[in-house]
């Protein structure tokens, strides 16, 4: 569902992991410009990749935007204390999820003053 709804914005390539340990591997590999990180995963919890990311000074200052089912407002306000720029809630309001990715993708791409 995500790579259908990623497909939209044809100048974004997206790169998938099933598993968090992959993923990790893979951000340093690649060095994306954003990742979309699950909360549950098979192996690590997303709460464990997002702090694993933030301690890697590789990866820390790219930006995370968390996906869950989990809507609770505690939830959510967690996460974001924890690292995540954005927090996007299943299932998906797609026009929602795409200005949450164009919106982190623009801050990225910004210049610095």
Do not use: C, W
Request: aromatic share 2%.
């Amino acid at each position: 569902l995500m790579e259908r709804i990623v497909a939209r914005r044809p100048q974004v390539r997206l790169i998938t992991a099933m598993q968090g340990r992959l993923g990790l591997q893979m951000a340093r590999e690649h060095r994306p410009r954003l990742i979309l990180l699950d909360l549950n995963l098979p192996d690590l919890s997303g709460l464990e990749v997002l702090a694993k990311i933030q301690q890697d000074p590789e990866l820390r200052e790219i930006p995370v935007v968390m996906v869950s089912a989990d809507a609770l407002p505690s939830q959510v306000s967690r996460v974001k204390a924890l690292g995540a720029r954005a927090y996007i809630t299943k299932p998906f309001d797609v026009n929602q999820l795409l200005r949450s990715l164009d919106e982190v993708l623009e801050e990225v791409s910004a210049p610095r003053a």
